[in-house]
């Protein structure tokens, strides 16, 4: 890649300790990690607070896996070379324990944010039980939640935002829920869901392992 | 199966709020499960390093870095942190009936061979004793069996722990760089040789530094006040001396810190530049208790900055000290930083400037990147009352310094000050306003065009708490009730839309000077008020006043017999250890404050402090004078 400007996008993954942290501690990983890494980031132009420039496809919430989740950089070349397998590499050595870039591709220059190009994810749900708490949750009809916001109080059907999903023996449910900027499908709600319509016992929802396997970009899996 | 695949484990963390102050996983944390435990149990330490206070406090703080850094040099020392859970956390682990643990491994307090905690507030006490006794640890010294862990103390309030004297089984008073790793050896030792609790502790007292309290009585005389401290065991020399690293660039940096992945009160890199301080306000205990003055070397600094910068990606760097403006190499060491800071946007701070040493021009090319405020800390409003307290800033200076700020475009002002300093009047705290006033008026008079849009001053003010090893060791404290006058005079005399006025809370205040000049009594009255739930006293809104009133009813005169004066013969409960000033100096200091008579620094003479002894730093002899 050579350019002034270059767009690259990086597939993170996050394990362990590093899937207890909310999405403003991962955008400072993130930008500490590029800067260890030495990576020619851009940063921008705000006179208060340049920022480097990173954009996030979807936020990750606090307790959520990942396998692939798409970020863009954006990257000041100034007409130097990246080679981008040794990048990673240095990339991959300088982040703390649990995250890892597993993918690469070349980023699309110019207008649309990458935040705007997710149309849905696909998830995996571990709990005891959720293979039949989500069978009877999701059998058909409206499926309601409350979403308690700090003074906003919304009731939020959740079934048009599950767009298919699979059993995989009692305790594990794969699916393909809406994310984005609209239809965006909260983990935490669906949580909620399962416990009130389904009869998934709370306990098991409190400490379900929840992974984003892959998102999707354009109408296709990134 | 590693805990964070477990469905109880996440249960816990999704329960609280910021759950990665419990996980550990930072950058350049240390894990050695690996190999560690496949050593031979005695010839190997597991030590928990513990600081009583959140997370996000505990890692803010250089100690942390440094001893985690230093212990884990060894591979046959494996050191993990361990912090005060917050409220909802702690609710969790008492209703599960589960253990306190470490952030690296999920071990137990319990378990472990130490337990180090790192006190640098007196506030913290009942968050000590909640640690241990969430981690399953036993209170007292005298009732932990030979399985439990020894439990030390140390850190900056060393120099007065007599209050909490039975809960540790040792102190180490002073620098621990050099004395923890020689702690950690002996430990070693005892287990190989099988010594009983009792030896050991007898085998460290002869480490310099190392103060065993059960190898010492106190006996009281009727009124209350100290009668005798005496060694009781045949180990524990009369006077304990601290432990000082005599040259500063020997004491170990850690040059891949720890980064945590959440938010701190400070998140940077930081550098020791300076420790102890030559200007003797006589209010400071850290500036006595550190002394000799001792710098780090330019060289090296510029070299372990070159380290920082490559390992850990902060868009902050803090040069740190008790008055970092009076490091003799500090424009050399700034000119040195910036190329190495500003082409990655790395902020360059610096704390505690004293005013009569702000260079402008320094202080613009710092500014360059990032503008931070102006601070002054007069503490006083008059000149006679500085002079009291030592504290060599005159009005011309600040007034000079201010102009000169407004015109480079600074327009923040912070200023700080102490209420209830000795021989205060109405006049001194009146004397705030005033100077508060002056400093508006100059930015008011200067041309619009010279100068920023807007003024923003804040004036902070704490309440004078008197402090053992300092001059003002004999001083009383002032009342609750006119801590809340004096505050009351100056809330309504810095009324301006420009000003806003912060300030400390009255009664923590008071319970900070009993416990500052505590004696071993106050022990049971931490127990109490830690049973009656206070905990994380130095956060405002967890601090309940009634607890700690209702507790201090066992000490006949309550706070106020350990808030009041002291007459010039009473024996003080740290007087049996000792950190370099003589008590003779200090009653000069005091007497001359009575006076209203000044001091020079140590950088104009020596005041013969009684650190000479120490031949270190910048005291004669010492090679920092010779070679700055």
Known sequence: MTADKERIILFYERRGAAVWLAHLDMMRLFERSLARADWPLSWTEDAFNPRPELVFALPVGLGIETRRDPLEVTLALDGQALDPDRALLCLNHSFPAGVRVVDWKEGKAGSQSLMARVTAARYRLEAEGIGAAFRQTFAGGPVEVVRQQKKKRTVVDLAPRILSFEEDGEDRVSFTAGAGSSGHLRLDLLLDALVLHGGLNRNAAQGARLVRLFVFLDGEPA | ?628
């Open chain 2, 1 to 628: 199966m590693n805990r964070f695949e477990q469905p109880s484990y996440r249960a816990l963390l999704r329960g609280v709020r910021k759950p990665a102050r419990y996980t550990g996983g930072e950058l350049h944390a240390v894990d050695k499960s690996d190999s560690f435990f496949n050593y031979d149990p005695d010839r190997r330490v597991h030590f928990a390093l513990c600081f009583p206070d959140l997370y996000e406090i505990g890692m803010s703080n250089l100690a942390i870095q440094i001893l985690y850094a230093i212990l884990n040099r060894d591979s046959h020392t494996f050191c993990e942190r361990c912090f005060a859970p917050d409220f909802d956390m702690r609710a969790r682990l008492r209703e599960n009936r589960l253990a306190l643990t470490s952030l690296e491994t999920g071990t137990a307090l319990a378990d472990f061979d130490m337990v180090g905690m790192s006190l640098h507030y007196e506030l913290a006490y009942t968050a000590v004793l909640e640690m241990l006794d969430l981690g399953g640890i036993p209170l007292f010294s005298s009732l932990r069996s030979q399985e439990d862990p020894i439990v030390i103390a140390g850190g900056p309030i060393a120099c007065n722990l007599e209050p909490m004297a039975p809960f540790f089984d040792a102190i180490l008073l002073g620098e621990g760089e050099e004395a923890l790793p020689e702690i950690v050896d002996a430990l070693k030792r005892k287990k190989r040789e099988g010594q009983t609790r009792q030896e050991f502790l007898a085998s460290i007292a002869a480490i310099t530094g190392v103060y065993i309290p059960s190898f010492y009585e106190v006996d009281y005389l009727e009124d209350g006040r100290v009668g005798r401290i005496a060694p009781v065991h045949a180990a524990a020399p009369p006077r304990i001396e601290k432990r000082l690293v005599a040259d500063l660039n020997k004491a170990a940096v850690p040059l891949r810190p720890l980064v945590p992945n959440i938010e701190l009160v400070h998140d940077r890199m930081v550098m020791e530049v300076l420790r102890g301080c030559a200007r003797g306000c006589r209010f400071c205990q850290a500036g006595f208790a550190y002394r000799p003055l001792r710098e780090r070397d330019r060289d090296t600094l510029v070299e372990t900055a070159g380290h920082l910068i490559r390992n850990t990606g902060y868009e902050e760097m803090g040069l740190l000290s008790l008055s970092t403006t009076d490091y003799s190499q500090l424009e050399n060491l700034v000119r040195a930083l910036l190329p190495m800071t500003e082409p990655r946007h790395i902020n360059l701070s610096l704390p505690s400037l004293r005013l009569d040493a702000f260079d402008f021009e320094l202080a613009k090319e710092i500014a360059r990147t990032r503008r931070a405020g102006l601070t002054f800390a007069p503490e006083a409003g008059t000149q006679r009352l500085r002079d009291v307290v030592n504290k060599n800033i005159t009005e011309e200076d600040m007034m000079e310094a201010a102009r000169s700020a407004f015109l480079n475009g600074w327009d923040r002002l912070k200023l700080y000050f102490m209420l209830g300093l000795p021989t205060e009047t109405d006049q001194d705290v009146e004397g705030i306003i005033v100077l508060v006033r002056k400093l508006i008026a100059l930015w008011d008079d200067l041309p619009r065009e010279s100068r920023s849009k807007r003024l923003r001053v804040t004036v902070s003010s704490s309440y004078f708490i008197p402090k053992p090893f300092t001059p003002f060791q004999w001083s009383k404290q002032i009342t609750v009730e006119e801590m809340a006058a004096k505050q009351e005079q100056l809330a309504h005399g810095l009324r301006d839309r420009r000003v806003s006025f912060s300030w400390n809370a009255f009664e923590s205040a008071e319970l900070e000077a009993v416990l500052s000049r505590g004696d071993r009594r106050l022990a049971a009255v931490i127990h109490q008020a830690w049973e009656a739930g206070s905990y994380l006293d130095a956060w405002y809104e967890h601090f309940d006043a009634s607890r700690w009133q209702a507790a201090l009813e066992l000490i006949p005169g309550g706070a106020s017999f350990y808030t009041r004066a002291r007459p010039l013969e009473e024996i003080f409960p740290w007087d049996h250890l000792h950190v370099g000033v003589t008590k003779e100096f200090l009653r000069g200091e005091w007497e001359k404050s009575g006076r209203g008579e000044t001091s020079p620094s140590c950088y104009d003479c020596c005041s013969v402090c009684g650190c000479q002894d120490y031949g270190a730093g910048l005291c004669p002899g010492g090679g920092t004078r010779d070679s700055g």
